[in-house]
């Protein structure tokens, strides 16, 4: 479940979806950006927000029915 490419590359009428960050990755480096603007955030735990950033990005996903 990662919801396909984020930016395919298109040739004429032809999409490459082997290109490109997936959706999902798209999704969570959105959500990272968010929480790293909390400043009451403990941004010692880098884990910590990249498994919340990925929740956010697979609720987002799971949202869209994919």
Sequence with gaps: MNGGPAFPY???EKFDYGTGMSL???FA???MQT???DDNYDFSDRD???RKAY?????MLKE???
Excluded: E, N
């Excluded at 929740?55 to 609720?59: G, I, L, M």
């Design 64 to 66: 869209r029915g994919q």
């Design 55 to 59: 929740a956010f990005a697979d609720a």
């Design 29 to 31: 480096a959105k959500a």
């Design 35 to 37: 929480l790293l603007l």
């Design 48 to 50: 910590l927000i990249a």
């Design 10 to 12: 298109v040739c004429g």
């Design 24 to 26: 999902r990755d798209y």
